[in-house]
């Protein structure tokens, strides 16, 4: 009786929310639309939607939006609600995965038919979207067919990491290839467009995040053996005088508390987990470093300039890495399990303390340069909005 009362609570402060994000209450403008996680049970994704509206307020003013959920079934009344806007924004986000509201129409998590697509005449903004496919999934014919037909009606298509870049590049072929360029996550850019709240002196302060959805495709056959080396590694650092901070993303992360308890380890639990976004980003302001699995638990805290460390499972990982030239930040978790635990903690000596200064330092100056590549691309897409007459004059 208790769960169904929260989860009604849940469901009455989500369309609050929602309400709130639309501002609707600016009836002389016109709305764009959000195709996105606006708010549900992954908190990187709601603080990812709440960061991409707000960076599209900070660069163009845009205060009014049709939020439009990601995974429902697309129909005519929602094409029509597009086409009475300003345009669509499609994204940020993982949305290029085929198992995440699986369907045969588009093969991703917006189930939109090229059909559907081609009825939409206001303009479309891929923006920050990633393919997230795991090791070992294929794209099958209707993705690529559908992927290519979105891209060749959209006026820009920015993903959020090249290695999202060269997949799709791939699939769409040379002639779509030169539309498609790198957008970054919104997440790693929060301290240059959201209002900073103090930050905490959280440096013995040191968040661990852990993926449990597919774990087959996480872990493979090492499952134990790897997480009780990453337990067995966090006791390591709890040993040198830290305050371990076990964050859930997702409810379904909590299963490695077990571990964490099997080695020994205090800490304290924060769960996230169908959280606002904003508590998640003043939590993440109080965080010395994270060591973590989920792309969130890795762009909204270098988003905050806080020191991460990348446990991989998952290619966005390394590509994010390899985007802001820190691969020496990032662990594969598959490779040499027996000597996993000596590796993390070989890493967190020298990211966090050795080279603790610069670390802040490259943290910082890698930001400046993701900002400078949105400043491009949101003035492309201010003079795409403008054009059409759908913001501004």
């Not at 371990?244 to 490695?256: C, G, R, T």
Request: hydrophobic share 40%.
């Amino acid at each position: 009786m208790i769960n169904k009362i929260k989860k009604v609570i849940v469901k009455i402060r989500n369309a609050i929310y929602i309400l709130g994000q639309e501002n609707a209450i600016y009836k002389e403008e016109i709305a764009i639309s959000h195709v996105t996680h606006c708010i549900g049970a992954n908190v990187g994704d709601n603080v990812l939607s709440y960061c991409t509206r707000a960076i599209f307020k900070y660069f163009i003013g845009i205060r009014k939006w049709n939020i439009i959920t990601v995974e429902r079934p697309v129909n005519s009344k929602i094409i029509n609600k597009i086409n009475k806007s300003g345009g669509a924004i499609i994204g940020g986000g993982g949305l290029f995965l085929p198992d995440t509201n699986h369907n045969t129409i588009s093969g991703w998590i917006w189930s939109v038919n090229c059909q559907q697509i081609s009825e939409i005449n206001r303009p479309i903004i891929i923006f920050s979207v990633g393919y997230n496919y795991f090791r070992g999934q294929i794209p099958n014919q209707i993705f690529k067919d559908n992927i290519t037909y979105l891209i060749r009606q959209s006026s820009f298509v920015g993903l959020r990491n090249y290695g999202s870049v060269n997949k799709i590049q791939e699939i769409v072929g040379p002639e779509l290839a030169e539309k498609i360029v790198y957008q970054p996550c919104t997440t790693t850019l929060i301290n240059k467009f959201i209002p900073k709240s103090p930050k905490s002196k959280g440096h013995n302060i040191v968040a661990v995040n852990i993926a449990f959805d597919r774990k087959g495709a996480r872990f493979g056959e090492n499952e134990i053996i790897i997480l009780r080396q990453v337990a067995e590694a966090i006791k390591l650092i709890e040993n040198r005088g830290y305050k371990i901070i076990f964050v859930a993303h997702y409810n379904l992360d909590l299963e490695f508390i077990h571990y964490l308890e099997d080695a020994n380890v205090s800490f304290t639990i924060k769960n996230l987990s169908n959280r606002l976004p904003r508590e998640a980003i003043d939590f993440y302001r109080g965080v010395g470093i994270v060591l973590g699995m989920r792309g969130h638990a890795q762009m909204i805290p270098f988003g905050l300039n806080c020191e991460i460390i990348s446990l991989g499972t998952h290619d966005k990982l390394k590509w994010f890495l390899e985007d802001i030239d820190a691969l020496d930040w990032y662990i594969e978790l598959n490779e040499e399990t027996e000597s996993l635990k000596d590796r993390i903690l070989e890493t967190f000596i020298r990211v966090h303390e050795v080279e603790a200064e610069l670390t802040q330092k490259r943290l910082v100056e890698k930001q400046d340069e993701l900002w400078r590549i949105t400043c491009g691309n949101m003035e492309i897409i201010k003079s795409i909005l403008k054009r059409n007459g759908s913001f501004g004059s």
